[in-house]
């Protein structure tokens, strides 16, 4: 096992500097120039000049690569263009702000998609489980902006229950586990939840589906295995796939989440991102887009040691 | 209105009756901003005139500044940090008086020594407070600024490169900012963003970077009508449009800038206020005329200045629009008496293409630049297919090229000869006009044609040119002001532009939001303002 893991970990670096050359070219060939973020629309040409100088605008790609990797191996991730604000506390402030949030979706979706999911798979083809594949279908097709919209129409601006935008009185900053920043969180936690219950349901009764008409669920059943017993051994045969895409779906909310942290306005890496995109904010983009995806990769890595650690079938050589 | 759109006022119109409040402090105003990061802090702001408004003159006080007392005027220039202010015979040297006995908000005196040093901040990259972000914002402003100097605490000289008239608009653009202040934060204008310090009606109490920032009224202002009745004033970055809808009919906030036009309706509906007016703002189509161009032809500009409908565009923007009689405002003081109406009259714009050689078998094609959306372009889609249909009423079929705003700036700056518009012969940009300069001189002027200025049609006129000149040479306001008006009826009664309308800023409040005049100006002035519990 530690073998394994040193092994996967070793094959991060590879990952990460590809993840990273991508980053830094992707955001260099959409159109659009960063310093119009700073300056004024009509700054003249030499002015403009003078200021991509300054930011190192102007030197060739492969050494402003080169100098963005080497800031970064010495834990610099360089200031954003459009603030002045230095990028790694930008994008871990914003991280923060989505991983609670991310994490607040997936403590609503992951037990909710697998109950459901286990439902549907145990009463195969009878309406429970045509009622649960109707449902997630749904959650995986309804657009969630325009979920959140409506769920902020009725519950902010009709009924005044909970608030629709931010992240507490304060800001994120002041955040506290009391009912006045908590109620900030359920909205937006609640909406990036659809999706995912969706998802993991339609996984989990697939995969209970198929393990209940496996020979070894009839054997337990003639061994005279109780009901709840065999649904244990098939939750465990389950386990291990359905980690994975759970793994998975926690990056996705993670990253995934602009539009619905634009819609409710909650300080994230979604929200951050999505200004950077709007700003040209090189530096900015390149860091929030290089942290995101090192998320994916460390959650790949949690969710392949996991997976052995659970199903001693799979084996890692 | 989209489909969303109406489903949305629909639903919020329906129910806000039942609308519930959020609790909030007595006789605080949070503002819903269209920015998506509260503006620089540090001085001279970003944001453009979003910045300006909420963290410039509310924080900081330029020497000379816009009287922002009246909604029924225009504003003009009155005293700020100077009192007064004359040039010399040279037309070259400047001098400003300083108002005695005026503190920044640590307490340190306002004197020329400090002025000089704001200048230095941006002017002088050798300089130890030069800040390259204050800069990128403030240079720009000042170019015809040469040097200057501290004659005594409360007397400033500033020389010219050249005679220019028009260095007191450029001098509102200055913020002055605290010596006293970036000594004390280390010299460091990262920690004077988090702990600024201006002269201005409000302090900056505490500031969370993209979420919040809250301002408390200074009651040492200099100026006794400025000092903010309210206890506090929040400025929210809530750049999704839907959003700030949503924030205000819930009661988070009392106050939104931009409300999306379909929301309207049901914002009125439910007593919430819609305060606009109009303001130094245009939705034009700037003409390329480089050789070829086909408007080049005074026909076909009077044309289809004649070919738009621009009462019936009025519903499409829930009539918040001011429709163009020229190009800066019907109400501006530089508007002048132009004697070609801009109007519809189609009948008249269909003879000026037949004697232009167009006609129903002989189509004149035109390409035009658009973006789908950017600051203070309102709705530019359905305007500019608007636009698009109406021409196609005088035989002129538009073809449009749509970038991206951030692309369309780019664009713009480079030029109608740029071959990245790809023989674009026009484009749909909208306008700072508050001044001499940005409301006239930069468009037209052949110095400044684009890339190195922002001149984007190539335009070139000796008799525009000699009017320029007099505008930067008539020190006299009044005749300036005469001059400014000749220039305008030049700009009209030669149709330099497709003159399409004027914004007019709508904001939308919750109805215990009382005292705001919303002046005739990109900036406001919020000292007036309380909350009626």
Redesign the interface.
Known sequence: MLSYLIRRLILVLPVAFGVSVICFLLVQIA???P??????????????AA?RA?YGLDKPLPVQYAIWIGNLAQGNMGKSI????PVAG?VFGAVQNSLLLAVSAAIIAFPIGTFLGFLAGYSRDSWIDRAVTALSITGVSVPNY?LG?VL??IF??????L?????GP????SWAWDWLHLRHLILPAVTLAVVPIGIVARTVRALAGDILTMDFVQALYAKGMSRADVLRHVARNAAATALSVMGLQLGYLLGGSILIE????W?GSG??LS?AI???DLPLLQGTILVLAMFFVAMNLIVDVAQAAIDPRIQRT | MSRFGKGFAAMTAAVALFCGSIAQAEGTLRIGMTAADIPLTTGQTDQGGEGMRFMGYTVYDSLIEWDLTSADKPSVLIPGLATEWSVGEDQLTWTFKLRPGVTFHDGSPFTAEVAVWNFDKLLVDSSEQYDSRQAAQGKSRIPAVASYKAIDDLTLEITTKAPDATLPYQLAWILMSSKANWEAQGKNWEAVAAKPSGTGPWKLEAFVPRERAELVPNTAYWDETRVPKLDKMVLIPLPEPNARSAALLSGQVDWIEAPAPDTIPAMQGNGFVISSNAYPHNWTWHLSRLEGSPWNDIRVRKAANLAIDREGMMPLLGGLMVPAKGFLPPSSQWFGNPTFDVKYDLEAAQALMKEAGFGPENHLKVKALMSPSGSGQMLPLPMNEFVQQSLAEIWIDVEFMVVEWNQMINLWRAGAADPAVEGSQSINFTYFIQDPFTGLIRHLDCNLVAPNGTNWGHYCDDEMQALFKKIKTTFDPVEQDAVLKQTHEKFVNEALFLFVTHDVAPRAMAPKVKGFVQAQNWYQNFSSITIEE
């Open positions: 159109p659009g120039d310093l119009t973020a700073i300056m004024p629309v009509d700054a003249t040409a030499e002015e403009q200021m300054a459009a603030t002045g604000r930008e325009w919209i902020v129409i902010s601006v009709n009924l005044g229950w608030p629709s935008m931010g992240a304060g800001g994120s900053q634009t819609v409710f306005n300080p929200f951050l200004n709007f700003q040209r």
